[in-house]
């Protein structure tokens, strides 16, 4: 009777242990990464390698991704605007939004489900077919030789991404407002101009995104790494990837964002 | 020396040596222990209790800087060959020399086709691994295991699921390096019959212990129960198929009263 009243909080004290310990293997595991980064910079080919992979064919998802997001942004900041009669403001509020919150974060998101799997899968594989093993046997360390290119691969890419993101955002208001709904094209860029300062708006939106890169990658090798040498650890590990990105994405924009603006 | 997993007991004191440049081989019912002995060797596990002594050093003591010193001087062949997707079979082989020695493309090259070469596989270094047969790819990583001509040589299981051609490739390739590069060999495997032809010694593991040795004659002629099962490869004898289990059969299916 007791034990059956009592298992909730048994469940609950194992459950936060659990995440206790998954936070301090990872912190050690990016502590490793770091201490094996010096390879990644003197044979920097191994980085662009993996650049190639993560953020070169993630291109096409960010780009038409990024330009839809633009055309939406467009299409329902004309509606809002128009009642209050400032419909100009357009080109500002399109920029604004993605610059600070929707290009960081949604283009993290993608890379997260595009590219972040894509690490665990291909890590975890590697780990399930005895690669890594093979790897230590032969005198060469995985975190040195296959996740650290990884990771600053990953923390390269992301603030490039969101960038691209941004800018296929912006021309897509521009292609609703402008060419679609007929708005002045020149207030659509000079109200930008006016409203979107440098430092605050676009290098603290490229901050984010660095930190988002950081995460994604960290997590991604990480779960990679640490995946059940099975095609259902495997498996389960490429899930956990997508699914915590997301969730510390969200956490870590709520918290960058409250100390930026 | 003894090694547990957590709580489970693997190798119990095993004692065994293994004599410069021959070729030695540890058999073994699945489950044994054998290929943990080589993840021993290898430093990729520590013993819990004992030493682990190659050329006269101690690998359970071992820094990771000294492992990776370690086994720079061993090669080990994979189960399944453990390639490098990735990579092609150039590659692949090219690795460990690409890693540990800066060496001119030109000699990487030379290298590389020389290794490919002795094991008869010149002419796929642009395949991926992929591409090639089960046999092929472990004739691969045998070549990527022997690049940098090292003085151990570890196989893990080298004949599993192999075709007999292949399995006889392999297995001349393994005694022929031995032989050719004076390299001291450790093969785990169950392979009785392919392995008695080739091996100079073999040592028997049973329950995480060692229960018999000799050399090849010495096995076949063994008196040994145990080792006859093994060598003649039947079902009953010391060692029984089934698992221990700690319930009877008709009790887990629910008939054990009505039988009682």
């Known amino acids: 009777m007791l034990d059956a009243l009592l298992a909730p909080f048994a469940r609950l004290g194992h459950w936060v242990i659990e995440a206790v310990r998954r936070l301090g293997f990872i912190s050690r595991f990016l502590f490793a990464i770091l201490m094996n980064s010096a390879q990644s910079l003197t044979r920097f080919h191994l980085v662009i390698r993996e650049i190639y992979f993560a953020g070169v064919l993630s291109l096409i998802i960010i780009v038409v991704s990024g330009l839809f997001v633009g055309m939406v942004l467009g299409l329902q900041g004309y509606t809002t605007l128009v009642r209050f009669g400032s419909a100009d403001a357009l080109g500002a509020l399109v920029a604004l939004s993605l610059l600070r919150e929707l290009g960081p974060v949604l283009a993290a998101l993608l890379f997260a489900s595009r590219s972040g799997s894509a690490m665990t899968a291909e890590i975890g594989l590697m780990k399930a077919t005895e690669q890594l093993d093979a790897m230590n046997v032969m005198a060469v360390n995985p975190i040195a030789r296959v996740v650290a290119p990884r990771f600053w691969a990953g923390v390269l890419s992301m603030p490039v991404l969101a960038a691209l993101f941004n800018v296929m955002g912006i021309l897509g ?83 960058l964002t409250a100390f930026m603006f | 020396m003894s090694f547990a997993y957590g709580e489970r007991t693997i190798l119990e004191r095993i004692n065994l040596k293994i004599p410069r440049g021959r070729l030695v081989a540890i058999m073994g019912g699945s489950g044994s222990g054998k290929t943990t002995l080589l993840r021993l060797i290898s430093g990729q596990v520590a013993p819990q209790q004992g030493e682990i002594i190659v050329d006269g050093r101690h690998v359970e003591h071992m820094s990771e800087r000294e492992l990776f010193e370690h086994r720079r001087r061993m090669g080990m062949l994979f189960q399944f060959g453990a390639l490098f997707t990735d990579l092609s079979v150039f590659d692949n082989v ?167």
Request: no cysteine.
């Open chain 1, 173 to 255: 208001g521009y292609y609703v407002g402008v060419i679609l709904i007929g708005l002045d094209g020149g207030s659509y860029w000079s109200q930008m101009q006016a409203n979107v300062d440098l430092h605050v708006d676009v290098v603290n939106g490229m901050i984010k995104s660095l930190f988002f890169g950081a995460a994604v990658t960290l997590i991604a090798v990480f779960e990679g790494f640490d995946a059940t040498p099975t095609a259902a650890g495997v498996s389960a590990a490429t899930t956990r990837t997508v699914v915590t990105s997301a969730l510390v994405i969200l956490a870590l924009d709520f918290v």
């Open chain 2, 94 to 260: 090219a690795f460990p020399i690409r890693e540990h020695a800066r060496l001119p493309d030109a000699m990487v090259r030379d290298l590389v086709l020389m290794k490919l070469a002795a094991v008869g596989l010149r002419g796929t270094q642009d395949m991926m691994p992929s591409e090639l047969s089960g046999g092929m790819a472990r004739r691969i990583a045998l070549a990527r295991a022997i690049a940098l001509d090292p003085q151990l040589m570890l196989y893990d299981e080298p004949f599993t699921g192999l075709d007999p051609i292949s399995l006889g490739a392999i297995a001349h390739l393994i005694k022929k390096l031995n032989d050719a590069l004076g390299t001291t060999s450790v093969m785990v495997t169950h392979d009785v019959e392919r392995s008695l032809n080739i091996v100079d010694y073999v040592y028997f593991v049973a329950g995480g212990t060692l229960i018999a040795e000799g050399t090849p004659d010495e096995v076949r002629a063994s008196a040994s129960p145990w080792v006859r099962q093994f060598v003649r490869g039947e079902a009953d004898g010391p060692v029984h198929l089934a698992y221990p289990a700690t319930t009877t059969l008709s009790a887990d299916l629910g008939l054990g009263d009505a039988h009682a």
